[in-house]
């Protein structure tokens, strides 16, 4: 079978993998120069590390990535280091802050969720907080937490949110270190994950087309082919395919929707009408800044900043561990990431976060680290990499994972296989693996 791949991020590269291996034909489209997604790091052209689109996070009770490093020659230790563990930066201060009520109302439902009784997929942790009448101060630390982050966490469902907690529940519970891991270096640079999947990608056939943004998909015109799709890219390109695995950002998706053929808008599970209210349904905006220092800290940053309760809720991770990435004099670089649609005012200024330019941003956020730890330095340099944006099932539940009407294939957690994590790769990877099996089902199942 002749398939397609769109995107290049750690979802289409998880489909391409797996299909390749099952001895179809795969071609992968990136409209980007490199392959990695949102998991690319912008490097200048020494290689140098600039900036990445928020922290990207790891954590050690994932299975899913562990599986997957381990077939393309890797081990996921050598990419991710930890910083944080869980139970000392989230755990016992969000339990010192929760009221009873509070603690007996999660456990309550924990429990409902592990036991079967109730799946909890249809309600945002921000609806089911606000209905059972949660302390303020806990719905602060469920906005700011690590666990979702950027206003994430309050945005999604509540199975997404227990999902994740079951899975970490032994780990916190044992105080253990090492829990909460950070990218060693990025991840598209030499030493990075990504040549280990491209070369894993090229092994077993796969042919990569970068700089390839695909402009619509049509049904082909012969008689002999006309149950495959006609794939049209913006340079004036063609291919046709047996199947396609769409695996990139859900507005994308929408505008390669509206140019391709009209019936194939009806066959998500919703209305033609309405599939583009649904994939443009932003959860939240959130932009990426990086903050670049020319000496090492004497206080490492805690665990999403200083400010991270503080009005905008924003996230911010200090990377020393980049150094050898910097280019010189740069020692250290904090990665950051702030909501744009957050109606949250900040707690000096109470303006929206909107209200001002990215540079402004980035000063006042860092402004907020320096109040709260004098010793820290002015930055050298401020890169903003851009805006990021998710949408989530939470306001309307998934999409079917195959269309109904063409052999496309959803490979986003908006397919409802993969809970939703921020900045997370084993969503993504588990997502990929999803839509590979829909696909075919002797495509190996990753554990997870």
């Known amino acids: 079978m002749v398939i397609a791949i769109i995107g290049g991020g750690p979802s289409g590269l998880t489909a391409a993998l797996l299909l390749a291996k099952c001895g179809h034909q795969v071609t992968l489209c990136e409209s980007a120069k490199n392959l990695g997604g949102l998991w690319a790091a912008r490097l200048n052209e020494g290689n140098y590390f600039e900036s990445e689109n928020s922290c990207k996070v790891f954590q050690s009770s994932y299975k899913t990535t562990p599986a997957l490093f381990r077939l393309i020659g890797t081990r996921w230790q050598d990419h991710f280091t930890a910083r944080h563990d869980l139970s000392r930066h989230w755990l016992r201060p969000f339990v010192a802050d929760c009221t009873y009520a509070d603690l007996r109302r999660f456990i309550t439902a924990l429990l ?39 206003t994430g966490t309050l945005r999604m469902t509540v199975w997404e949110l227990f999902h994740r907690i079951k899975f970490n529940l032994s780990s916190l519970f044992a105080e253990s270190t090492d829990l909460l891991y950070w990218n060693k270096q990025p991840p598209n640079s030499s030493e990075g994950f990504i040549p280990f999947w491209e070369a894993a990608l090229k092994e077993v056939g796969v042919q990569i ?91 490492d940053l805690p665990l999403g900043g200083h400010a991270v309760r503080c009005g905008w809720y924003p996230i911010l991770v200090q990377y020393s561990q980049y150094e050898n990435n910097l280019k010189p004099p740069a020692k250290t670089v904090v990665i950051g990431s702030i909501s744009l649609n957050t109606e949250f005012k900040h707690h000096r200024t109470g303006t929206l976060a909107r209200d001002h330019d990215p540079k402004e941003l980035a000063s006042i956020l860092w402004e907020d680290e320096q109040r709260a730890d004098p010793l820290l330095p002015d930055p050298i340099s401020i890169n903003v990499y851009g805006l990021s944006a998710a949408t989530q099932i939470v306001d309307f539940g998934p999409l079917a994972i195959k269309n109904e009407h063409a052999p496309l294939y959803l490979a986003t957690s908006l397919n409802g296989k993969a809970p939703y994590f921020t900045a997370s790769v084993e969503s993504a990877i588990l997502a990929g693996n999803a839509a590979s099996r829909a696909l075919d089902e002797s495509v190996l199942q990753l554990p997870t």
């Open 112 to 150: 409902i969720y592990i036991t079967g009784i109730k799946s909890y997929r249809s309600e945002s942790v921000e609806h089911f907080m606000a209905r059972k009448h949660f302390s303020q101060s806990c719905q602060e630390w469920m906005r700011a937490t690590a666990l979702g982050g950027i």
């Open 209 to 299: 087309k970068l700089n390839c943004e695909v402009e619509s998909l049509t049904k082909a015109s012969s008689a002999s082919s006309n149950s495959q799709v006609k794939i049209s890219c913006f340079d004036g390109s063609h291919s046709l395919a047996d199947a396609i695995v769409l695996a990139m950002p859900s507005p994308a998706l929408s505008r390669l929707l509206i140019n391709s053929h009209p019936a194939w808008t009806d066959g998500w599970g919703f209305p033609g009408d309405q599939i583009h209210t649904v994939l443009t349904a932003l959860k939240y905006e959130h932009l990426g800044i990086c903050w670049v220092f020319d000496e090492p800290f004497k206080n």
